[in-house]
Nanobody, 116 residues
Framework: QVQLVESGGGLVQPGGSLRLSCKAS????????MSWYRQAPGKERELVAG???????NYAGSVKGRFTISRDNAKNTVYLQMSSLKPEDTAVYYC??????????WGQGTQVTVSS
């Protein structure tokens, strides 16, 4: 069955770094656009970064220059390298796979907490 399993979250101090991973299975990973979303308590889920099949990337303005999304199709994995983390980056981070307008899969989320 389709699975997206995130890992790499945790507690980090402001200014620190984390790398999130999302391992996909059960579908043709290489033909899906992949994205990371996040949801902080009491807030809407928001797009953080996306990477297309053709490796084009886009970022939310709040993370541009600090986060980098990448994918390894041989490993069916998408990554989010996060640097210069701020307390406002604290959220549950979700992996998303999308093909066209009607096919979409979500992971279960991984918690990232930025605090001293």
């Amino acid at each position: 069955q389709v699975q997206l399993v995130e890992s790499g979250g945790g507690l980090v101090q402001p200014g620190g770094s984390l790398r999130l991973s999302c391992k996909a299975s059960g579908f043709s990973f290489s033909i899906y656009g992949m994205s990371w979303y996040r949801q902080a308590p009491g807030k809407e889920r928001e797009l953080v970064a996306g990477i297309t099949v053709g490796l084009s990337t886009n970022y939310a303005g709040s993370v541009k220059g600090r986060f980098t999304i990448s994918r390894d199709n041989a490993k069916n994995t998408v990554y989010l390298q996060m640097s210069s983390l701020k307390p406002e980056d604290t959220a549950v981070y979700y992996c998303n796979a999308r093909r066209g307008n009607s096919i979409e899969h979500w992971g279960q989320g991984t918690q990232v907490t930025v605090s001293s």
